[in-house]
């Protein structure tokens, strides 16, 4: 492949593998935040029921409520770490996205290897409304 | 094709009024928020009691928030400079990216103009509450860029309006009316986190009352600082990315029909003293500018001064710019397409 059409190739194709990075990251974050939505007021409510137990039964701190705070710690620093690292993936590659779609896009009819309908749907005028058709000049009465 | 007749001083024509009313106005502004720090002292009852100095820890070195009034200042100068005088919409947007990567990333957001009209609200209202002079520079230094040049802040330095700005891809136009309606939204807010901030909001209801306490709902309710500081609550980030769709399509949402302090600025920049002229000589009346604003902003051929932004677009497009910039050989690449085939004579 010629150092022209690899340079097309990357040109066509860099701003779509942009996107899909930033729709899979999008959709993992969002993925991870409806999990820990849902099993919050479970796990709360483990641990709350445990502390009760452990009132009573001096074995039930540490064989099953320490585990069980270390298990959540142990979650939570998980998905605080998706959350950051995810997060700044999905920012850099809409940055890239944006970048590409603005100033990086191939001209019309340089596109390679991207399918029509797609093309269609990227191409044309961007910051700008869609330019009118040309209309006579107005013409003011002079002053 | 024989030129069009001159049009009016207002249509495409430099503008300009008196300037020193504005700069006395401008003054007499800063001066009344200073004096308003140190107006209401605590009674002196006589003894040995000496009142404790109220202290707020900044978070910031003073030398740091001495650096980010330099930034703002040296980018409200800089926003009008592109703006008026180089008329470069590219310098505009590589100055937008410069914001958003200054105060918006790397200061996180805060301290913005926007939400330091609650702050000195506060302060004007609870002698309790002192705010630093880099808080009042930050709330008065684009309002009087806006009395001498428009809303160049707008334009080119406030990091919420860059990220709106660059994320426009698909302009489309609002109805004339729906727009008409919006528009007194911002002005609404204003009068609504003012009051938050100033006074809350107490409410009697028969027997019971209810006392909602002093709120910055401005700040709250901020839909890019998440985006800022990569992070914050989950309401807020989908209200950002709402906002951020809802950009793509419609130009800056938030700065026409909501932001606060775009509409004190657009009080002001009615009665800008060099406010954003289109053509840069003689106006051509092709109305290539008001099909490209993205904001509906150009009526009858100039630039609405109390809802033009000062983004630039419409240099872009204007026939008689591209004259002028062929005449100074500067390369014009980026147009829409149609302006250039229509050049004027």
């Known amino acids: 492949m010629s150092g022209g059409r690899l340079r097309a190739v990357v040109q066509s194709w860099g701003g779509l593998a942009a996107a899909a990075v930033a729709l899979c990251s999008a959709t993992w974050l969002f993925a991870e935040y409806v999990h820990a939505v849902r099993v919050a007021p479970a796990e709360k409510a483990l641990v709350e029921s445990l502390k009760e137990r452990a009132r009573t039964d001096a074995t039930v701190h540490p064989k099953l409520l320490q585990p069980e705070f270390d298990r959540q710690r142990e979650s939570l620093a998980r998905r605080h770490a998706v959350y950051d690292r995810v997060g700044l993936v999905l920012l850099v590659s809409l940055g890239i996205w944006l970048a590409w779609f603005r100033w990086f896009r191939p001209e ?5 290897g991207v399918p029509e309908g797609l093309q269609r749907l990227l191409e044309g005028n961007v910051d700008h409304p869609a330019p009118r058709s040309p209309r006579p000049k107005i013409r003011r009465a002079s002053q | ?81 592109l703006i008026l005088r180089r008329r470069s919409r590219e310098g505009v947007v590589l100055l937008s990216m410069g914001a958003i990567a200054y105060f918006g990333f790397y200061r996180k957001g805060c301290t913005c103009p926007i939400g330091s009209i609650q702050n000195v609200t506060l302060s004007l209202v609870d002698p309790r509450y002192l705010i630093s002079l880099g808080v009042i520079a930050f709330f008065f230094l684009p309002l009087v860029a806006a009395l001498l040049f428009g809303r160049v802040f707008c334009g080119g330095v406030c990091p919420l309006g860059a990220v709106q700005d660059l994320v426009l891809l698909r302009p489309k136009t609002v109805p004339e009316k ?6 007194w939204l911002p002005y609404v807010y204003l009068v609504v986190a003012v009051w938050f901030a100033g006074w809350g909001l107490p409410i009697a209801t028969g027997a019971s009352k209810v006392l909602v306490a002093r709120r910055f709902l401005i700040c709250e309710w901020d839909p890019f600082i998440g ?38 600025l657009s009080i002001l920049s009615r009665v800008a003293w060099k ?15 008001a099909d490209a604003c993205p904001f509906g902003a150009i009526r009858d051929f100039s630039a609405d001064r109390a809802t033009c932004v000062a983004c630039a677009r419409c240099y872009e497009c204007c026939p008689r710019e591209i004259v002028r910039l062929r005449r100074e050989g500067i390369p014009a690449k980026r147009y829409v397409a149609g302006a250039d085939a229509r050049g004027a004579s």
């Open chain 2, 1 to 81: 094709m024989p030129n069009p007749p001159a049009g009016p001083p207002s249509c495409g024509g430099r503008a300009s009024r008196p300037l020193w009313p504005l700069l006395l106005l401008a003054v007499a502004f800063a001066s009344s928020a200073l004096l308003a720090q140190y107006q209401k002292k605590p009674p002196d009852f006589g003894g040995i009691y000496a009142f404790p100095t109220p202290t707020h820890p900044e978070p910031r070195a003073a030398i740091e928030r001495g650096l980010d009034v330099a930034m703002l200042a040296a980018g409200l100068g800089l926003a009008a400079y």
């Open chain 2, 275 to 289: 406010p954003v002229s289109i053509t840069p000589d003689r106006e051509t009346y092709c109305g290539q500018c």
């Open chain 2, 178 to 183: 729906l727009e008409r309606y919006l528009r």
């Open chain 2, 227 to 264: 985006l800022f500081r990569l992070s914050g609550s989950f309401h807020m980030l989908a209200i950002g990315a709402g906002f951020i769709l809802v950009g793509m399509f419609y130009g800056r949402p938030y700065c026409r029909w909501l932001c606060p302090y775009g509409a004190l």
């Open chain 1, 108 to 112: 019309p009819g340089r596109w390679v």
